[in-house]
């Protein structure tokens, strides 16, 4: 029954997120970028602060140890998130989200670089495959549009959040050792809305009704989001429930199409199949990887080995 929790609590986050997205494009028309990150951010504060008290856990869950990863590891997810939202604006929504789906391929060649962990064939196989997808989907943008388009700059703005996410998980991989993940999330929205709010004085708005209820939307649903993503890592393992991240794009392709009348190409979907691929080989072979290292502890215990 737990992992079975543990998909409908994941399925229900990126489900979340994705309208949260939306809210984000449909903002982003009149709002500036850093005034969305902003709202999105100092909004989750006290719904993740809650949560901390109503677990009990409030003061244990917020103890830090290291100031300056926290530091750096806010600056990388505010940029990554700045840079998302901002392609938002300028791209259909799916293909955004088709974009998004490569930073588990950064963080395979992150994780090899910085954290010592080794580069498989199987990973390597997947990377290319992935980065393969990330060609199909941003070549039209490239290719057919100015360089300076507005179209080729989201792209590129996806591109590079994707890569900066992985940054962050990176990151995030060197602090758990020290770091619980409550203090990791509620520390990077301090960060992201201190970041934010230095903008402020560069052409940010007064939100009329409607835009306060779209950045409103933003903070709450990207808070509910956040929250169920971490609960579901609690019901099942992360690489059982990784293949069900792709339902975000299924919502993405409708949340575009209904809200914002957009169609995503054929780039856009093969691409995204690859990408999608690409995710599902590297967990696969990570589960492999995993069962066996299990085994050989149980030998071990054994005598055995």
């Not at 009990?56 to 840079?83: F, I, K, P, Q, Y």
């Amino acid at each position: 029954m737990a992992p079975l929790r543990g998909i409908l609590l994941i399925l229900t986050a990126f489900t979340v997120l994705t309208f949260m997205s939306g809210l984000v494009k449909a903002a982003g028309e009149t709002v500036p970028i850093a005034e969305v990150v902003f709202f999105r951010a100092f909004l989750s504060l006290p719904i993740i602060g809650l949560w901390l008290w109503w677990q009990g856990d409030l003061r244990r869950g917020l103890v830090v140890e290291n100031w300056r990863g926290h530091a750096l590891r806010g600056l990388v997810g505010t940029t990554s998130m700045g840079l998302g939202f901002a392609s938002i604006t300028l791209l259909p929504l799916a293909e955004v989200q088709a974009i998004r789906f490569a930073t588990p391929i950064f963080l395979v060649v992150f994780a090899a670089l910085f954290l010592g962990e080794r580069f498989r064939l199987v990973r390597l196989g997947a990377v290319l495959l992935g980065l393969a997808g990330v060609v199909v989907i941003v070549s039209p943008r490239f290719g057919t549009l100015e360089l300076g388009g507005a179209a080729a700059i989201g792209a590129g703005m996806a591109l590079t959040s994707a890569a900066l996410a992985a940054l962050a998980q990176t990151l995030i991989k060197a602090m758990s050792g020290t770091e619980r993940s409550e203090a990791i999330a509620f520390y990077f929205l301090a960060t992201a809305s201190a970041f934010a709010l230095v903008t402020a004085p560069f052409g940010w708005v007064v939100p009329d009704a409607r835009e306060a209820a779209l950045l409103a939307g933003c903070g709450v649903l990207g808070a509910i989001g956040q929250l169920l993503l971490t609960a579901s890592y609690k019901h099942a393992d992360a690489s059982a429930l990784a293949p069900f991240s792709y339902v975000s794009m299924l919502w993405a392709v409708a949340i575009g199409f209904v809200g914002f009348g957009e169609v995503p190409t054929w780039a856009t979907l093969a691409g995204a199949a690859l990408i999608i691929a690409s995710g599902v080989m590297i967990v696969l072979r990570e589960r492999q990887i995993a069962r066996g290292g299990t085994a050989r502890r149980k030998l071990r215990a054994k005598g055995m080995l």
